[in-house]
Nanobody
Framework: QVQLVESGGGLVQAGGSLRLSCAVSGRTVSTTTMGWFRQAPGKEREFVAARSWNFIVTYYADSVKGRFTISTDNAKNTFYLQMNSLKPEDTATYCC?????????????????WGQGTQVTVSS
């Protein structure tokens, strides 16, 4: 059974930073395509960032490029999203996701496993 558990969300002022964690069980993070998605109230879920199962491809949405960074801790089997220079428009529920197949995608429908999400609120 694959489980993803996010943590690290909260309330932060614009310009601040947060680091989200996604602890994974039942699957090895270092050999899995992992992604972060977010959904703001009244909006569709959108892609934030992802990296391929073999670490060859790393992709960021234009809206977060240069501010957000994804990383992996193999020993902890955890996937991270470091968010710097946060803006009010980054406010959303952030979810991590894992893909069953050994490929890469930015489409949420291609991801098989999801965490419950963690709320990020950025005040102006």
């Amino acid at each position: 059974q694959v489980q993803l558990v996010e943590s690290g969300g909260g309330l932060v002022q614009a310009g601040g930073s947060l680091r989200l964690s996604c602890a994974v069980s039942g699957r090895t993070v270092s050999t899995t395509t992992m992604g972060w998605f977010r959904q703001a109230p009244g909006k569709e879920r959108e892609f934030v960032a992802a990296r391929s199962w073999n670490f060859i491809v790393t992709y960021y949405a234009d809206s977060v490029k240069g501010r957000f960074t994804i990383s992996t801790d193999n020993a902890k089997n955890t996937f991270y999203l470091q968010m710097n220079s946060l803006k009010p428009e980054d406010t959303a529920t952030y979810c991590c996701a894992a893909m069953y197949s050994s490929t890469f995608s930015r489409r949420s429908n291609d991801y098989n496993y999801w965490g419950q999400g963690t709320q990020v609120t950025v005040s102006s």
